[in-house]
């Protein structure tokens, strides 16, 4: 089973940014695509950012144009860059398996921990 773990969260302040790293066992992230999704109180969870095998990457509207997504196959982490912060990307955030286009929800069968973000206005 791949286990999968989170980083980098924290509290921010509105315009500020942050960078999450997630960190998998195998070779998940080499052979995967790769998502980033966060969970607000009382949401469903939801797909943010998503990498290709090959780079290939797409995002969510609400986050497009700020988060940016990225890999490393050597360390076997996936990356996700988050500027200009705003109150409502507050979640938590989780890595996992994901499709890319079309940009849906994908799993390997279990979850993380996650990484809670907060950013204060």
């Known amino acids: 089973q791949v286990q999968l773990v989170e980083s980098g969260g924290g509290l921010v302040q509105a315009g500020g940014s942050l960078r999450l790293s997630c960190a998998a066992s195998?070779?998940?992230?080499?052979?995967?695509?790769m998502g980033w999704y966060r969970q607000a109180p009382g949401k469903p969870r939801e797909l943010v950012a998503a990498i290709s095998t090959d780079g290939a990457t797409n995002y969510a509207d609400s986050v497009r144009g700020r988060f940016t997504i990225s890999r490393d196959n050597a360390k076997n982490t996936v990356y996700l860059q988050m500027n200009s912060l705003k109150p409502e990307d507050t979640a938590v955030y989780y890595c996992?398996?994901?499709?890319?286009?079309?940009?849906?929800?994908?799993?390997?069968?279990?979850w993380g921990q996650g990484t809670q973000v907060t950013v204060s206005s």
């Open positions: 996992n398996a994901a499709r890319v286009r079309p940009f849906v929800h994908a799993s390997f069968g279990s």
């Open positions: 195998g070779n998940a992230v080499r052979l995967n695509a």
